[in-house]
């Protein structure tokens, strides 16, 4: 199935025989207790992500859902079960549930899964055709009221996705595109009204659509990766990664690929954030190290953003002013998929 960039990456490394399971006994176990260090005062707010604890000296090993407050102190754990593989995890507005795509609890087949804040009451969210191969459902994203999760759906024997919305309960599913291109990442305005999203046609196109359905609207067809929309809380702009700047791989990428077992890798150089108005004008280009820098997140008053970035030769969650400024590191874990909230 399609994968970002570097979560493609990211699994191809934890299946290396140098960083497998079999050498993660000696490392750190993942954290029980907070006390993690403010290293950002000042920013509000709580930061959910998912990590994979690529095994590494000083790093812990771990997999599943945590929180952390935005100056970065505060870590802790919210899924307990290790063998739940999460990917894509979002938390509801109401802060009460997470979906993911991940096992619940067939680790045979991954599917979209609920499971309840406090890492309570894992199951699926709906025994819907989603629930069985050859169609798969992943990328879920909630609506700003809590009461929908758009996602997409993959069909193997179509080979792309198209976009679905379906109700927090798991009922009322409907279909809200049915290109030809590959289309997943869904995100909401926080009117609940629009939907931006990732349409694959040759180039990874930022597209945005109705909620309600129609045609929708090219913002952004640049470049050959294009991950990752999130909306700003006003509404007025999108940020996004993308490789169209056209810099090279990084170096925790190069690294990567002197690894037996990553020859397959696609190639792409790395990417960076960008910000857009929602009307496609006023292209702003955020990060510029050498690093990739992908999946952003705003805060709650748009001032800054929380991102992943391997600059520090590792996949961690960072955050910075909404200008590319005053990057902060804030958890040693191996993070993706960041969502900031109050």
């Not at 207790?33 to 000042?42: H, L, N, Q, W, Y």
């Not at 954030?273 to 990060?287: H, W």
């Amino acid at each position: 199935m399609r994968r970002v960039l570097t979560s493609v990456l990211l699994m191809t490394l934890l299946s290396l025989p140098a960083c497998g399971r079999g050498n993660s006994d000696a490392l750190p176990p993942c954290p029980k207790v907070t006390g993690s260090p403010v290293v950002a005062p000042g920013l509000p707010g709580q930061i959910s992500f998912i990590t994979t604890g690529i095994p590494r000296p000083g790093y812990y090993r771990c997999e599943g859902t945590f929180e952390i407050n935005a100056d970065g102190s505060g870590l802790r754990r919210v899924t307990l079960a290790t063998e739940i593989y999460p990917f894509d995890a979002r938390r509801s507005p109401d802060g009460r549930l997470f979906v993911f795509y991940g096992a619940c609890p067939d680790t045979q087949h991954l599917e979209l899964c609920l499971v309840n804040g406090d890492g309570t009451g894992l199951r699926p969210l709906s025994a819907g055709p989603g629930h069985a191969a050859p169609v798969t459902d992943l990328s879920p994203a909630w609506s700003p009221d809590g009461s929908k999760i758009a996602f997409s759906r993959r069909q193997e024997s179509l080979g792309h996705g198209d976009l679905y919305i379906v109700g927090a309960d798991g009922t009322g599913e409907r279909q809200l595109t049915s290109d030809p291109g590959d289309e997943s990442q869904p995100t909401w305005s926080p009117d609940g009204q629009t939907i931006a999203y990732i349409s694959k046609e040759g180039t990874e196109q930022l597209r945005i659509i109705k909620a309600s359905g129609g045609p929708s609207t090219v913002l952004s067809r640049e470049g050959t990766v294009n991950e990752a929309p999130a909306f700003s809380h006003d509404g007025r702009r999108i940020a996004f990664s993308s490789n169209r700047s056209g810099k090279p791989e990084s170096a925790y990428v190069r690294r990567v690929r002197t690894h037996p077992g990553s020859e397959g890798l696609p190639v792409f150089g790395a990417p960076d954030i960008y910000t857009v108005g929602v009307d496609g004008k006023g292209l702003t280009r955020i990060t510029s190290d050498p690093s990739s820098n992908y999946s952003p997140a705003w805060s709650p008053d748009d001032r800054h953003l929380a991102f992943i970035s391997d600059r520090d030769d590792n996949h961690n969650l960072y955050v910075m002013a909404a200008d590319g400024t005053n990057v902060v590191r804030l958890s040693p874990l191996a993070a993706s998929t960041p969502s900031w909230f109050t």
